[in-house]
Nanobody, 119 residues
């Protein structure tokens, strides 16, 4: 079984920082891209940042958020600085992983971690 587990969410004030972590565990042969998404109440899930062959950020994340990976630990991080109330959402980790050499890549999701930014 393969799973992604996020941590690091919480309640902060506007202007403060948070660092989210996502650990991939289980029977994993290789991880390709890893990403962070978020979903605010009443809104669709949206991409925050992605780390694969290249690194991409949503416009709202550029200059404030940084995605990084520790491949040895199968972990992806999201450093979020200068947080705003509109960043309030559930943040989800996403990864494309294959369990064996011959298997295909499948996309996995974590359960999400709540980030709340007060004004």
């Amino acid at each position: 079984q393969v799973q992604l587990v996020e941590s690091g969410g919480g309640l902060v004030q506007a202007g403060e920082s948070l660092r989210l972590s996502c650990l991939a565990s289980g029977s994993i042969f290789r991880i390709n891209a890893m990403a962070w998404y978020r979903q605010a109440p009443g809104k669709q899930r949206e991409l925050v940042a992605k780390s694969g062959d290249s690194t991409n950020y949503a416009d709202f994340a550029k200059g404030r958020f940084t995605i990084s990976r520790d491949n040895a630990k199968n972990t992806v991080y999201l450093q979020m600085n200068s947080l705003k109330p509109e960043d309030t959402a559930v943040y989800y980790c996403n990864a494309d992983m294959k369990r064996t050499y011959s298997s295909y890549y499948n996309t996995y999701w974590g359960q999400g971690t709540q980030v709340t930014v007060s004004s």
